[in-house]
């Protein structure tokens, strides 16, 4: 009996063991991608991981709308995400407070170097498009008042009210910084998330937003950008964001994910965002059908 008893306890020992390696080495193949808490932000999500699977042996857990830029930053130091996509001019004035640099490949390696130097996250190249702060309008209303840049518009911001997300609200490449360069007065400011702004200002419920240039529901909902004739904003072209030590153990990903360097342009992000938010398309399928019209997948 002493014997049986034995032997059934080695054999539970030994499976316990087996199912331990096993987890281990899911976990040893698996990295995990999040994203913010907007659509685009979303699709880019299912877009690096659709290519990632397809191209290398790892599996890879998502998590999308995780928060605003400065969770799912943190997310990435703290380890619990292994890859994000991060804007130029986000990652610039917003995470690391370096100054204003207008140049598109000035600004890339500048927050390519520090992140590297400092907090040991690697920029991977830019997908192609730049995805601008915008304050919009309805093109009617613009019309009307003869607005067509935000100098144009502070003169009349006191009889406007401004609909802006929580985060453009806080950050110093947001609103507080647009505010002092352009001597911005509005009659009321409201805090929206991120998904209502659109609407409401296509509703008339507010006059002016904080708007994405690459957002499809701007030329849908009739909403008109306002040239920032003092070139407030600066670029904000997007790339995948990896933890050094990721990369060092799966430096596959990399040659994954740079398939994307280029692809992505202006027109064809406002494309795939209007996919969703507008024809309401799940966001996976969106970024899988695009991958294989570009022959990636």
Known sequence: MKKVIYLVTVLLLSLAVVGCSAISSNKANTIVI???NFTEQDILVYLMKELVEAKTELKVEVKPFLG?????AQALERGDLDVYAEYTGT???NILGEPLITDPDQAYEKVKTIYQEKKHLIWLKPFGFNNTYTLSMRTEQAEQLGIESISDLAKF???LLLGATHEFLERPDGYKGIEDLYKLDFVGVSAMDPGLTYGACRDGKVDVIDAFATDGRIPAFKLKVLIDDKHFFPPYYAAPVIREATLNKHPEIADALNLLSGRLNDKAMSELNA???LEKKDPKTVAREWLKSQGLI
């Open 68 to 72: 605003g830029t400065n969770v799912v």
């Open 91 to 93: 990652a610039l004035l």
């Open 157 to 159: 911001t006191p009889q």
């Open 275 to 277: 996919k969703v938010d």
């Open 34 to 36: 999040g994203g913010k």
